[in-house]
C-alpha cells in the first residue's frame, strides 16, 4: 500500500471528471446543491446545463456540491475548490422528484441553514430551487426555499441570479417581478406555479462535464429534442407542456459533441420520435460512438432504428407498456399497442438483442384483475420470444396532467395487485416493482402544498423511515390507504382538479378517454 495521503470519495470522483468546459472563480458564488449523490447529480443534464449557465453569469460562479455520505466532512465538498464548501452568496438547489425533498432538508442543514426559511436570518444566503420536479409540484419546496424557477431554467437563473446581486432579500419580490416561472416564496400558498419556456437558442443542452463515477459513465448527455408531441393523461411532459416536442436538427447534434469523448446519450421525453433519429443513431454509429438513449417507443421501434442500436452497443430494448390492456393504454392515450411490443421483440431477437426490458404502470382508472391477466399472458408470450425483466410502479398522479384527479390506489391495493401478477407470472418473467409504500408517499408529495412539506421535515427529525412520514402525513390527513388531507398544491395548468377536491370525481368522468372507455 502506497504511503502517500489517500484521496477522499469527492476527490477520486474529480479525477475521472472530463472537463469540457474551463471553471473560474468570481466575486459571487453560487452553490450549485443536488440533493441526492454525485452518481445520480452528474446524470442530470439538466443539473450541467444550469452550471453552465451559471459559469455564463457576468460575476458568478458555480460551485457544485452533492449529498454524499463519503465526504471528509460535515460541510458539502465543493467540487470546483477540491475542499469543503465556503461561505456562498447564494444557494441554487436542482430537485428532480418528490423523495428528493428530504434531500434538500439535510442538504441545507450541512450547509449551516436552518432548513425553514422563517427561521434563517436576513444575511443568510438567498435560496433557489428549480429542475424537473417544478414542472409539476413544487409546493411542498416553498418553506425552504425563498425562489422558485419552475419550468425551463436555465434562461432565467442568470437574470435571478443578475437581479438578487447585492441586494437584501426583503427585496425579492420587488426584484424578481416580471420574470415568468419565478417565485417568491412566502407563508401563503400561491395561487399559481407557472411553468417557464427556455428560449430555442439555448438548445440543444449537452454536457459540460464527462464524469466517470456516474449511472452513465463517462457518457456525454446531449439533448437532440425537448418536450413530447403525445398525449399519455399521466405525464407531465407532454403534449400541452411549452408547446411539445422541440427537435434539433440532427447535424447540430452530431456538430456539438466534442473530441475525447467515447460515449454520447441522447437524453430528451421522446427521443425516438425524433425524425431523424436513425440517422442520427447511425453517424454516432459510424464514428464507432457507444450509444445510449433515455426513452424507446416501442410504435418507433422499426427494424432500421433496432439495426442502428445494435451497432452503437444496444444489447438489452428497453420499451415502456404503462397500461395493463390495450383498454386501459387507450384510456390514458397511450399509443402502445401489444403487436407493438410483439414485433419490437422478434425484431430485436433476429437483429441480436439478448433481452426486453419493460416498464408498466399499475393502478390506472377503471384497472380490474382482468386487465393484469391481460398483462401477465402478454409478457408470459413475449418471453418465449426474449427474457422479459419487467419493473413496475403504481400510479402516482401528478400535478399537471389530467389525471390529477385520479385516486392513489393505497398500499395495500397496490401490494394485492402486485402479488397477483406475480402469482400469474408463474416464475416466467423478472419481476422489479417499486415500493408501494414509498410510492404513496411520492403520491402524497405530488399532491400536497405547504403543510405536507413541513410535514416532510417532521418525518426527516424523526428518522425519515416510512414510519416517520406514515405519522407526520397523518397529521396533515393523508393515509396509506389514498385518503388525502385538505392541503392541496395549487390547480395545475394542464387540466386535473386534485383528487379529493371538489369537482375531481367530475373532472375524472368527463375526461375523453373514459368516454372513450364508455363508448368501449
Known sequence: MSGGRQRSGPQRRLAGELQLERWSDAPNRCALVYPSGYHVGMSSLGFQQIWRSILATDGW??????????????????????????????????????????????????????????????????????GPLTFSNPAPLLPFVDVLICGEGEGLIKEVLQRIEGEDKASLSALLSGLSGVVVATER???LLPVAKA???????????????????????????????????????????NGGMRPVPAQAVLDAIPQGVERVGLVGAAVTDHREITDLVNALADRDFSIGISSLRADRLKRPLLEALFRGGYRTVTVALDGASPRLRRVVRR??????????????????????????V????????????NLAHEL???????????????????????????????????DRRLKLLRRLLKGRVNVRPVSSRWSWVESVLAR?????????????????????????????????????????????????????????????????????????
Open 380 to 414: 408470459i408470450e413475449l418471453s418465449k420470444i426474449l427474457p422479459i425483466d419487467v419493473g413496475l410502479s403504481p400510479l402516482v398522479p401528478k400535478r399537471n396532467t389530467p389525471l390529477y384527479c385520479a385516486p392513489f390506489i393505497g398500499v395495500k391495493e397496490s
Open 335 to 360: 399509443k402502445t399497442e401489444d403487436q407493438h411490443i410483439e414485433r419490437v421483440a422478434r425484431e430485436a431477437k433476429s437483429v441480436g438483442f439478448m433481452k426486453m426490458k419493460i416498464y408498466m
Open 189 to 191: 400558498a400561491p395561487v
Open 199 to 241: 428560449d430555442d437558442v439555448l438548445l440543444p443542452a449537452h454536457s459540460a462535464i464527462v464524469a466517470e463515477s456516474t449511472e452513465l459513465r463517462k457518457m456525454f448527455l446531449i439533448e437532440p429534442e425537448r418536450g413530447c408531441s403525445r398525449q399519455c393523461t399521466y405525464c407531465v411532459m407532454r403534449r400541452s407542456t
Open 362 to 373: 399499475l393502478g390506472l382508472p377503471t384497472e380490474h384483475d382482468e386487465d393484469l391477466e
Open 448 to 520: 400536497g402544498g405547504l403543510a405536507v412539506g413541513e410535514a416532510v421535515l417532521e418525518a426527516h427529525r424523526r428518522g425519515g423511515d416510512y414510519a416517520a412520514y406514515k405519522a407526520a402525513f397523518k397529521a396533515v390527513g393523508y393515509l396509506p390507504d389514498g385518503s388525502v388531507g385538505s392541503d392541496h398544491a395549487p390547480m395545475g395548468v394542464d387540466g386535473g382538479v386534485a383528487y379529493g377536491l371538489p369537482g375531481a370525481a367530475e373532472a375524472l368522468a368527463q375526461t375523453t378517454e373514459l368516454k372513450v372507455l364508455r363508448k368501449r
Open 61 to 130: 460562479t458555480p460551485l457544485r456540491a452533492f449529498n454524499d455520505d463519503d465526504e471528509p466532512s460535515e460541510r458539502p465538498f465543493a467540487y470546483e475548490l477540491n475542499r469543503a464548501m465556503p461561505e456562498v452568496e447564494a444557494i441554487a438547489l436542482s430537485v428532480a422528484y418528490e423523495l428528493e425533498l428530504a434531500g434538500v432538508i439535510t442538504m441545507l442543514e450541512r450547509l449551516g441553514l436552518p432548513p425553514l426559511r422563517r427561521e434563517r436570518q436576513p444575511d443568510h444566503p438567498i435560496v433557489i430551487a428549480g
